[in-house]
């Protein structure tokens, strides 16, 4: 909104020029949605604690996590909305891309809180059903498909890190894959935020990486540079990155260790999806992977546990998963295993841009 009011300000006086760039905005879009999340999130907190809306935690857990009950959760429907009021006032709202990133947010998100909100109602973890989670992420990424795909005709060509002439393209196949990339990184995250800022920093430096990306790809003159397809509508994912990382600093000032409040699935399933779109908006999928190294190895743990243990009729390859747990039951505590996992992914996010140039 932003934009259009104070850009057409510019023949009265050149400073308002300074809307027009994409720099300016990314850094007032970050500012705006950490303040916002800042001054929002606590009496949000007090709120939850007043209607006793705390985290059932369950069972089968480490014993010390039995002091997290009745933490508030589902802070990330407050996250989730000033990254919204962010996204209004500083992208270009006549950008399609910016909607369709909006759309997934909002909509992975409220499949979560129906989540949260089931568990807090019933007192028990106990929200959606799997198969119903699941049933309502394939439909959306489906609208999504028709929407990038169909209406705005956006190329089903594959690109792939490290070999600039291999392009496939996959046409309809972009349905299946999409639907991979976007309900894989929405439940990769919803499985690494078990530990007190353990998923928001990972998020941070994936939204980072991609607002490189998406910079990079919306400008011509970059993209030819480094061989990448130039994306015209992909530089103002740049500001919708930067918004995001400017809302995780802003949880992360209320959910780092000891935390006062969690993101829930509103959070973790709306935020994780959005990367994973603003991946395919920005034909860098693949990316996604190297760059969220920490979710992959967080959604791997599960996958080999569940298959090892159903292999061997009982057996563990981890203490526990995901691997965070693993780490938990071997003694470490709670932040070490957090600090070192952040490390792991500022790493995987410099990997990722290091691709760039080896191409
Ligand atoms: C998502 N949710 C946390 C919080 C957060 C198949 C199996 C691997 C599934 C998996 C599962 O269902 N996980 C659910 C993870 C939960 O956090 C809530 O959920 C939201 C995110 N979705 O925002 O609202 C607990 O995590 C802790 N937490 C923090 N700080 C935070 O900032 O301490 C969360 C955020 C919270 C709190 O204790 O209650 C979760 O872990 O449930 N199941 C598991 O992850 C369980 N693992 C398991 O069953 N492993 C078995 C299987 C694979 C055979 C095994 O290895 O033998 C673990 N869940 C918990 N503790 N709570 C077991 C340990």
Redesign the pocket.
């Known amino acids: 909104m932003f934009y259009y009011l104070f850009y057409s300000l510019s023949d009265i006086s050149i400073i308002f020029n300074v809307f027009k760039y994409i720099t300016f905005r990314m850094i007032c879009g970050a500012i705006t949605s950490f303040f916002l999340i800042y001054f929002l999130m606590p009496p949000f907190i007090r709120f939850m604690r007043k209607k006793q809306f705390g985290?059932i935690?369950?069972e089968?857990?480490?014993s010390h996590?039995k002091i997290?009950t009745g933490t508030p959760?589902m802070g990330g429907f407050i996250v989730i909305l000033g990254i919204t009021v962010s996204v209004l006032l500083w992208c270009k709202l006549t950008n399609p891309f910016v909607w369709l990133a909006l759309f997934i947010l909002l909509s992975f998100g409220f499949i979560g809180f129906l989540d949260d909100f089931l568990k807090i109602k019933r007192k028990k973890n106990l929200g959606l059903r799997a198969r119903e989670k699941l049933l309502l992420q394939v439909l959306i990424v489906t609208v999504l498909y028709f929407l990038l795909f169909k209406t705005l005709n956006f190329s089903t060509e594959l690109m792939f890190p490290f070999f600039k002439k291999a392009i496939i393209n996959i046409g309809i196949f972009y349905l299946i894959f999409s639907m991979l990339v976007i309900v894989g990184s929405s439940n990769a995250m919803?499985?690494t935020?078990?530990?007190?800022?353990?998923a928001i920093v990972p998020f941070m430096v994936v939204a980072g990486v991609y607002s490189i990306l998406a910079y990079v790809v919306g400008n011509i003159k970059f993209a030819n540079y480094l061989y990448l397809p130039f994306i015209p509508y992909a530089g103002e994912l740049a500001i919708f990155c930067a918004i995001l990382m400017g809302a995780g600093l802003g949880f992360l000032w209320y959910?780092c260790h000891p935390?006062e409040v969690?993101?829930?699935?509103v959070?973790?399933l709306g935020l994780g999806a959005s990367l994973g779109a603003i991946s395919i908006m920005t034909k860098q999928e693949f990316l996604l992977v190297i760059a969220g190294g920490i979710f992959v190895m967080e959604a791997l743990s599960?996958i080999l546990?569940?298959g090892y243990?159903k292999l061997t009729h009982g057996k563990?390859l981890?203490k526990?998963?995901?691997i965070h747990?693993h780490f938990e039951l071997k003694g470490w505590p709670e932040n070490k295993v957090v600090v070192r996992f952040w490390i792991i992914s500022i790493i995987c996010g410099l990997l990722a841009l290091s691709t760039l140039k080896i191409r």
């Open positions: 985290q935690v369950r089968e857990g480490p996590h997290k959760t919803n499985l935020d078990g530990l007190d800022g353990l959910n935390a969690f993101m829930g699935d959070g973790s599960v546990q569940v243990f563990r981890f526990m998963a995901p747990h």
